[in-house]
């Protein structure tokens, strides 16, 4: 309501806005009765959904069964109903699933299982027997996919309290996962905190990884590169760190975290992450554009519109399609008219100018929470949402899918 | 403590007018047993006490502030030490906590839930998790020490925080 307002009162761009894509009716991911339960789609990267040739797949946590579990459900593309679910883990808990498509309609799925990451291979019949990726306690679990072949896994290994990044190949061998030995994306001492990478490859083989960084005292974001199996690149800062306005010597810096990454046309990448710079609103949406495959990165900007900046956004990512860059998240701006609106999922897509305004998207808007989106884009264009969505903050929810046609696909 | 120091209503109104210092440092303050928020609840729920949460964030100055000029206040830590649970809950982290429901969040995503803006925010709970206060940004000990008169007084069950402030000014 407060948009549609905005947009009669100001003449802002926002009003030739349409979004390039006709939403289906959103369905349920679990079609089926189960008691009350939690679902989350958290984790680094935020890959919770990813289309294959014909079909995708969805990962997610729930805990359905008394404990936190992964699960994956995988329909055609075209189609308006998943498959029956089945759960990845083994373990006591799960949790921090990702997934990318390989060739053929099939997907690797990573996860943390009682403390370490763990994998799976996965189509539209069959789930193979997870397997060990980390040598040791680790978390937060991300995956690269080059042409749906070479796949890359990259966790936070933990240690004495710290977390270092390393990157392991991962192989499809006799449909078995199997893992080469991790190496780590940055050189020094186990003694600080990098977590929730992102990564994706660019051309030629060059795996682009990015994360947060504690060292300095406060969150950083941080991004290297590599080309096939030779040493990562010096890490280059990502977001544009703006010290407080303090003359005294409390140290500190303006908040940003959980940073993700999609490759786009030739060389370059996006990165989009929540940042804090304008404390008085909260976290927000900003990003930044490299267009030569990683080495360097453009000045940060925002990537939601004027009409998001009065309130806080969350659990953003972006993906690439016909459109450009796209990027989906949640955010309560609606709230302002109705109390009930506790968060709805907004997308916004890449323009010439810079990014579109921004557009709740049908079927995850309205009373209650809709939030915690993920995001695919498939090769027609076709956009894939998935999200929870509960009668409040608090209560059991749902998981929900919805796909936005193409534009071109309907005209 | 009294609510009549010297200066302590017209520090009432940074509290009144929401007023977010710029964001932020840090980790609990030295010296305090803050908790976690899942330990802090099921204590809160066992011993019927009300709990003091701290969202803060790793790298916000202001907490930091808070940390080095109000929770040093001998005054500040006897009256909370005593009266609350105390949690601290970093609303960056991927740490996870176990709600009461049995859910298993983040802290980051506990700060969502609890519309955490700027930090440090500040939480005032009953022992079930009811919040009672919610106070953002900068406080002085002198404050802290009305906050708690307001809490564990039970004043906060007849008269608004702005009632009370303007009652004992």
């Known amino acids: 309501m407060i948009r549609r307002l905005g947009a009669a009162f100001l003449s802002l761009p926002i009003c030739a806005w349409s979004a390039p894509w006709s939403f289906d009716a959103p369905v349920e991911v679990v079609d089926r009765s189960l008691p009350p339960h939690f679902q989350h789609l958290e984790g680094a990267g935020r890959l919770h959904i990813a289309a294959g040739e014909r079909s995708l797949a969805v990962v997610w ?12 459900a995988v329909k055609e593309l075209a189609e308006n109903a998943f498959e029956p679910d089945v759960k990845l883990s083994t373990g006591n808990e799960a949790f921090d699933p990702a997934v990318v498509a390989l060739e053929g309609n099939r997907w690797i799925a990573a996860w943390e299982q009682n403390g370490e990451i763990w994998g799976s291979i996965l189509d539209s019949s069959q789930v193979t027997l997870p397997a060990r990726l980390s040598g040791g306690a680790a978390r937060q679990v991300t995956l690269a996919a080059d042409n749906g072949e070479n796949v890359h896994a990259v966790w936070a290994r933990v240690s004495n309290g710290a977390q270092v990044l390393e990157v392991a190949p991962l192989k499809v061998a006799a449909n078995l996962l199997q893992v080469e030995a991790p190496v780590r994306v940055t050189p020094g001492a186990d003694t600080h905190y990098q977590g929730y990478p992102a990564a994706t490859f660019v051309g030629n083989g060059r795996l682009v990884v990015a994360w947060e960084d504690r060292r300095a005292g406060h969150t950083r974001l941080f991004s290297s590169w ?9 890490e280059i800062q990502l977001n544009e760190h703006r010290a407080p306005a303090t003359t005294d010597d409390f140290r500190g810096g303006t908040g940003v975290m959980r940073v993700t990454l999609a490759r786009g046309q030739e060389d370059t990448v996006q990165a989009v992450w929540l940042d804090k710079r304008n404390p008085g609103s909260g976290y927000a949406v900003w990003g930044a554009r490299s267009v030569d495959g990683g080495k360097s990165f453009s000045s940060n900007h925002k990537v939601q519109d004027e009409l998001g900046d009065a309130i806080q956004q969350w659990h953003a990512s972006v993906d ?13 701006r609606e709230r302002w008219a109705d109390e009930s609106e506790t968060a709805d999922v907004w997308v916004s897509w890449q323009t010439e100018s810079g990014w579109s305004g921004d557009e709740s998207v049908p079927g995850a808007s309205g009373a209650g929470y809709q939030g915690s989106p993920a995001m695919t884009i498939d090769r027609e264009g076709d956009i894939h949402i998935v999200w929870i969505e509960r009668d409040s903050r608090t209560s059991p929810g749902r998981l929900r899918y919805v796909r936005g046609v193409a534009e071109y696909r309907y005209r | 403590m009294s609510v009549s120091n010297p200066g302590y209503a017209g520090a009432w109104f940074i509290f009144l007018a929401f007023a977010l210092a710029p964001v932020s440092f840090a980790d609990p303050p030295e010296g305090w047993a803050f908790l976690s928020y899942d330990e802090a609840s099921e204590i809160a729920l066992e011993q019927d006490k009300r709990m003091f949460v701290y969202f803060g964030r790793y790298g916000c100055p202001t907490c930091e502030r808070v940390n080095r000029e109000s929770f040093v206040d001998d005054r500040v830590d006897a009256k909370y030490k005593n009266n609350y649970v105390l949690a601290y809950v970093d609303s960056e982290s991927g740490e996870r906590l176990r709600l009461p429901t049995g859910e298993r969040v983040t802290e980051m995503e506990l700060g969502i839930r609890h519309d955490v803006v700027g930090t440090p925010t500040f939480f005032f709970m009953e022992p079930d998790g009811t919040t009672i206060l919610k106070i953002a940004g900068y406080v ?7 906050l708690d008169l307001f809490v564990d007084g039970e004043h906060y069950k007849t008269r608004t925080l702005a009632e009370f402030v303007a009652d004992e000014s």
């Open chain 1, 61 to 72: 946590e729930d805990d359905r069964d008394g404990s936190p579990q992964v699960y994956a």
């Open chain 1, 226 to 234: 590599r080309k096939g199996r030779q040493p990562f690149s010096p």
């Open chain 1, 320 to 332: 690439h399609g016909r459109v450009g860059f796209v990027s989906t998240w949640d955010d309560a």
């Open chain 2, 140 to 146: 002085s000990a002198g404050q802290l020490l009305g």
